[in-house]
C-alpha cells in the first residue's frame, strides 16, 4: 500500500517531457518533488503564475509571490505572470497538457465530485470545476476508500458533481486504473504487496480486470 | 487627465448601501487594504462584494463581515473565516458560489464590453441550474453573464497620476481583470509616480479604465500561508 509520497511519486511518471502541468491542493502538490530532473516541464499556478518553483528560503517569502493554495513560493527562471481571466482561457484553450487533482468520488464514467459535501460548511470549487470542464488529461490522486472504509470508486457519483465525464487515470493507495471511454475503471497496476482481490474489494465500480495485473515499478 | 484623489476616504466617499462593489485580489494577496479600512470606517451597509474569497476574520473582507456591511458575497472560495460561516448558517449573508474561471471571465466580458460569455465550467453541476446552454461543436457550454458593479476597488503596485497602472507578481490575479470592470474604478497602489516614468509597454491597465487613484499607505501585505525551506 502506497503512502501519500508514494501516490505522488507514481503520478510523477505521467509526466512527460514539456508539459505544462497544474497540480491541485493535496497530494497533487507532493508530485512537483518527484519530477525526475531530466524532465522539463512548467507548473502553472491558477491565480496567475506559470513557472511556480519551490518554497522560498526562511526569510525570503513574499507575499506577493503564493500559489493558488495561498502558499509562499518563488518564480523559476522564465516564470510568466498574468491576471485570473487569461489563467483559465489558457486552461480552456486546453494549453496546459495536464492537471492533476484530488477528489472525494469519481465514478466509473469519469464523473467527479470534489467541491461540496451537503450538510457540511460549503468553502467553494475555487478553480475545479473550470479545470475539470476543459482539462482533456485528469488524473486524480485520492485514497480508494474514505475514512469510514466505503470505496470512492463508484458506479455513480454520491455527492454533488464537480464536473462529468472528464476523469482519466486515478491514482490511489491501491492502484493505478484508466476510466475507459465507454466506462469501467481498468485496473492497471496493484501497488507493492497489494493483491487483485484487495482491490475488487475497495472498488464499488465496474472494474474490469484483464490478464495479469502488474506490480506498480515506483 | 488627472485622476489623483486625497486618499482612500474621498476614492470611496460616494459608495452607498446597497451598492455591488468589485474587490480585487486572491486570498490575502493583493488586497485593497486602505479601501476595505476606509468602507469599514464610512461603515456602508447592503453591499453586495465580488470577490474570489472573503478575507480572513481579521483581514481584508473579513473586516466588513464582522461590520454586518454585506449582504452577498459571490465568491469561488470563501474558506478561512469563521465569522462568516457564522454568517451564512445564521441566514444573514447571502453567498454565490461560482467557478474561479468564471468568476474571472465575467469580469473581463464587463472591461471588453461584452454581455455574456460561453464556458464548459459548470456543465453538469447544480451550477448549471436555471442557465442557458449552448452547443458548439458537440460541447456544451454555460452562458454566463457579465457583471454589472457599482465599484471596481483593485491594488496595484505602481500607478501614474494618469491612471496607469502595473500590479506585482501574482498580486496581479483579479485585479486588472475587476480594475477595467467597474462602472468607477478606484486604484490604490504602493508607489505613485508622474506620467512617463512608467514604461508604455509595461503597463497592465490603461488609465482609461481608471477613474480614482491614490498612493495608499501602511501596507500590511499579510500572508496566508507562510511556507518556507531550511536554508543547508
Known amino acids: ?218 | 487627465m488627472n485622476k489623483v484623489v486625497s486618499g482612500a476616504d474621498e476614492a470611496i466617499r460616494d459608495v452607498k448601501d446597497g451598492m455591488t462593489l468589485m474587490l480585487g485580489g486572491f486570498g490575502l494577496c493583493g488586497l485593497p487594504e486602505n479601501c476595505i479600512a476606509a468602507l469599514v470606517k464610512k461603515g456602508t451597509k447592503e453591499l453586495t462584494c465580488i470577490s474570489n474569497n472573503a478575507g480572513v476574520d481579521d483581514f481584508g473582507i473579513g473586516l466588513m463581515l464582522k461590520q454586518r456591511q454585506v449582504k452577498k458575497m459571490i465568491s469561488s472560495y470563501v474558506g478561512e473565516n469563521a465569522e462568516f460561516e457564522r454568517q451564512l448558517l445564521s441566514g444573514e449573508l447571502e453567498v454565490e458560489l461560482i467557478p474561479q474561471g468564471t468568476l474571472a471571465t465575467r469580469c473581463m466580458a464587463a472591461g471588453y464590453g461584452m454581455p455574456a460569455i460561453f464556458t464548459p465550467a459548470g456543465i453538469g453541476t447544480e451550477v448549471a441550474i436555471g442557465k442557458e446552454i449552448r452547443n458548439f461543436n458537440g460541447k456544451d457550454y454555460l452562458m454566463e453573464m457579465a457583471f454589472d458593479a457599482d465599484f471596481a476597488i483593485v491594488k496595484a503596485w505602481k500607478g501614474d497620476t494618469m491612471g496607469n497602472l502595473v500590479y506585482k507578481a501574482t498580486a496581479r490575479n483579479f485585479n486588472s481583470v475587476m480594475a477595467m470592470a467597474g462602472k468607477i474604478t478606484v486604484a490604490e497602489v504602493e508607489e505613485l509616480v508622474e506620467p512617463g516614468e512608467l514604461d508604455p509597454d509595461h503597463i497592465h491597465t490603461p488609465g482609461i479604465y481608471v477613474h480614482r487613484i491614490f498612493q495608499g499607505a501602511n501596507y500590511e501585505k499579510r500572508i496566508e500561508q507562510r511556507t518556507t525551506k531550511k536554508r543547508v
Not at chain 1, 8 to 13: E, L, P, Q, S
Not at chain 1, 62 to 74: E, F, H, M, Y
Not at chain 1, 171 to 183: F, K, M
Request: proline residues 5%; aromatic residues 4%; glycine residues 12%.
Open chain 1, 1 to 218: 500500500m502506497l503512502d501519500k509520497e508514494g501516490i505522488a511519486k507514481r503520478i510523477a511518471k505521467e509526466i512527460k517531457d514539456g508539459y505544462y502541468v497544474n497540480l491541485g491542493i493535496g497530494i497533487p502538490t507532493l508530485v512537483a518533488n518527484y519530477i525526475p530532473a531530466h524532465i522539463d516541464v512548467v507548473l502553472q499556478s491558477e491565480n496567475g503564475l506559470l513557472g511556480m518553483g519551490p518554497f522560498p528560503f526562511d526569510g525570503e517569502e513574499d507575499a506577493d509571490v503564493i500559489n493558488a493554495g495561498k502558499q509562499t513560493i518563488t518564480m523559476l527562471p522564465g516564470s510568466a505572470i498574468f491576471d485570473s481571466a487569461m489563467s483559465f482561457g489558457m486552461i480552456r484553450a486546453k494549453k496546459v497538457n495536464l492537471t492533476i487533482l484530488g477528489a472525494m468520488e469519481v465514478s466509473e464514467n469519469g464523473d467527479i465530485a470534489n467541491w461540496k459535501i451537503p450538510g457540511k460548511m460549503v468553502k467553494g470549487m475555487g478553480g475545479a470545476m473550470d479545470l475539470v470542464a476543459s482539462a482533456e488529461n485528469i488524473i486524480v490522486a485520492m485514497q480508494h476508500v474514505n475514512k469510514a472504509g466505503e470505496s470512492k470508486l463508484l458506479p455513480q457519483c454520491t455527492l454533488p458533481l464537480t464536473g462529468i465525464n472528464c476523469v482519466k487515470k486515478i491514482v490511489t493507495e491501491l492502484a493505478v486504473l484508466d476510466v475507459l471511454p465507454g466506462g469501467g475503471f481498468k485496473l492497471l497496476e496493484r501497488a507493492p504487496g497489494i493483491s487483485v482481490e484487495e482491490i475488487e474489494n475497495a472498488t464499488a465500480g465496474k472494474l474490469i480486470i484483464e490478464g495479469d495485473i502488474p506490480e506498480m515499478d515506483i
